[in-house]
């Protein structure tokens, strides 16, 4: 079987996420992941691993066969156009990036490259992660099952067509921030009735967790869940009532739109 080499454009959390998947899963050895940084210091924890750190984004993408361009989207154009005249039809691109399309890519490199587009989320960090991919047609069967092996390294994974990657945002990608916006809420509003907040939030951590195992085993719908702790008369449903009358749902529903159409624009 062929041995590939994998390189990332960018050393930030998410490609530090991914790498120490590789590592510890042992998919890549240290001498098979490059990794370039424009922050030279950036890339100094992963040379202490044993991962080869290059001069350049030119100097990676000749290194490596597989490359994660793990920059922020508004970084993608300049990222492209220094690479395009290296990147071959051997390699493979393998897109973290919110709202940027495989069309893009290609459009920005110059012909049909090979792209897989992947939308990660920041447990990746601890190994909980859970990733969306999409594979264009030129992405060979066992190229791509190198980079969901890849991701399931480092949690779950789901294959998606490529036309629901921007809208997959707001459901994995995004959404850590509105369980810890949740987190922030409740914990501010055990303080103002006089409950210590290191308390509230161990209390309530633990509820997230006990509820998100809830809903993967009891087999039960949220609704079904919501009713087993909704008592007839209780304190549940009270809170319940002032949810509704305030447009929890539509709230989120709204943030997920304004997710999804960030995400259209940042690909424009
Ligand atoms: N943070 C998150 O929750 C998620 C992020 N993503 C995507 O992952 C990508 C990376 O995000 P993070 O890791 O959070 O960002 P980050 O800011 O932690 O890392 C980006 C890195 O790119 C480096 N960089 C900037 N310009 C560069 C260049 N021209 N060449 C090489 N390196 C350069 C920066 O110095 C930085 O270390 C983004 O495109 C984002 O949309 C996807 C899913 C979740
Ligand atoms: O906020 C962002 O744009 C990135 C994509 C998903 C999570 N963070």
New binding site residues.
Partial sequence: MKQHTIGF?????????ILNGALQSGIFKGEQICI????EE?CRPFAQKGVVVCGS?IELIKKCDMVV?????Q??P??LE?IKETVTNQHVLI??????STGYIQSAIGFECKVVR?????P?LLGCGATALSKCACVTDSEFQIVSRLFSACGIVEILPESQMNAI?AVH??S??YVYRLAKAVIDGAVQQGIDSQVAAKLFIQTIKGSAMMLEQSGQTPDELIQMVASPGGTTLAALREMDETGFDESIQKAMEACTKRAEE?GK
């Fill in positions: 454009i960018g050393a930030g959390n998410m490609a530090g996420a370039f940084d424009v922050l950036k984004s361009l793990a920059v922020k989207p970084i993608y300049g990222v220094e897109s973290i990036a919110a709202g940027i992947v939308m990660p989320n920041t990746l945002i990608g995004s850590p921030a940042l």
